[in-house]
């Protein structure tokens, strides 16, 4: 079963993209800042990571940039969700070695069809 981790500060939408996924057969893993992430990925090793950008404690642009950089995690790919659509911020995560961005708000729908894209789905 293809695991992926959630990573966000926001209960809610933590709780939607979790039950999004999970109604779709994903087997969801979940984190509620950047170094909770970095932990549960290091032991879970999961499939993709969904990873909020503005979160308190680590932020998702650096929680990317130790991932990748860690030999234990750089392989799994990081993709961000985020409010920010400029183009400069996207830049930004995509630099810091996230696969690609998801824009808030989304869809359920569009979350599930944009993630098995994600894994080659």
Same mark, same amino acid.
């Given at each position: 079963?293809?695991?992926?981790?959630?990573?966000?500060?926001?209960?809610?939408?933590?709780?939607?993209?979790?039950?999004?996924?999970?109604?779709?057969?994903?087997?969801?893993? =979940?984190?509620?800042? $950047? &170094?909770? @992430?970095?932990?549960?990925?290091?032991?879970?090793? +999961?499939?993709?990571?969904?990873?909020? !950008?503005?979160?308190?404690?680590?932020?998702?642009?650096?929680?990317?940039?130790?991932?990748?950089?860690?030999?234990?995690?750089?392989?799994?790919?990081?993709?961000?969700?985020?409010?920010?659509?400029?183009?400069? =911020?996207?830049?930004? $995560? &995509?630099? @810091?070695?996230?696969?690609?961005?998801?824009?808030? +708000?989304?869809?359920?729908?569009?979350? !599930?069809?944009?993630?098995?894209?994600?894994?080659?789905?």
């Amino acid at each position: 079963m293809t695991r992926i981790l959630a990573v966000d500060d926001e209960p809610h939408i933590l709780r939607l993209v979790s039950f999004s996924l999970s109604a779709r057969g994903f087997e969801m893993l =979940e984190a509620s800042d $950047g &170094l909770a @992430a970095i932990e549960v990925a290091e032991r879970e090793q +999961p499939d993709l990571i969904l990873l909020d !950008v503005m979160m308190p404690v680590l932020d998702g642009y650096e929680t990317c940039r130790r991932l990748k950089a860690n030999a234990e995690t750089a392989h799994i790919p990081v993709v961000m969700l985020s409010a920010k659509s400029q183009k400069a =911020e996207q830049a930004v $995560g &995509l630099e @810091a070695g996230a696969l690609d961005y998801i824009c808030k +708000p989304f869809t359920p729908k569009d979350l !599930v069809e944009q993630v098995r894209g994600f894994l080659g789905e």
